[in-house]
């Protein structure tokens, strides 16, 4: 189904030894939980090419559009799962309960990175080996038998093209030591300065593997 839906990545993991991915669930449907069907899409190059020095309208409604797009898909595949007999909880595409964490229900970059679909990167999202972080992702947890991925032994390397276009200074060359406080407020500055209705940015994720006329050719 998800294929069929204009879904670009799926990929499974195993959640039964990652009770840390998730924030305020409850922990008796969490250890019912084996899997977590993992679910992404392609940001528009095209649109990322409209990017300059931060977020501007046509990104925004497109990063709601792949949201809705997600949601509504995952909603789908819990629905199907279902039907027979199992459960399966849909996980929001983007939707945050800690702001200070900046953290949601669920990490979906961690439980991507479980699932062998890609590495985490220096601007601390999930890259993939084909479009980069030009993704974004949601999650079905579920306890329907599936075959599970295996994370993928890569890394950014020597790869720094994040760093120089963060206008936070929040990627470092140090995979962990990104500032999450340094790009929260940032996010927060361009809502008030660019009139921008959600806390996002892009600049990084257009920087990852190039924008559309220099696109990665795997």
Partial sequence: ??????????????????????????????????????????????????????????????????????????????????????????????QIIDWNKMIGHASHKKLA????????????????????????LASILTDFPLQRGYPVQRDCSSCQACLSVCPAKAIKEEITAFDHIACYNQLREFTRTLHIGQYICGLCVKACYGSKSDERKI
């Fill in 113 to 136: 990175q479980l699932a062998g679909l890609g590495w985490r990167g220096r601007n601390n999202l999930l890259v993939t080996e084909k479009w980069g972080a030009q993704v974004r």
């Fill in 1 to 94: 189904m998800g294929r069929r839906s204009g879904i670009d990545l799926l990929g499974v993991a195993d959640i039964r030894e990652q009770q840390g991915c998730f924030y305020e669930l409850p922990r008796e449907l969490l250890a019912r939980l084996s899997f977590a069907v993992v679910i992404g899409v392609r940001v528009s190059p095209t649109v990322l090419d409209t990017l300059k020095d931060g977020p501007n309208s046509i990104y925004y409604h497109h990063y709601r559009q792949l949201n809705f797009l997600l949601d509504n898909v995952a909603l789908k595949i819990a629905a199907e799962i279902e039907k027979l007999g199992y459960c399966a909880l849909p996980i929001p595409a983007s």
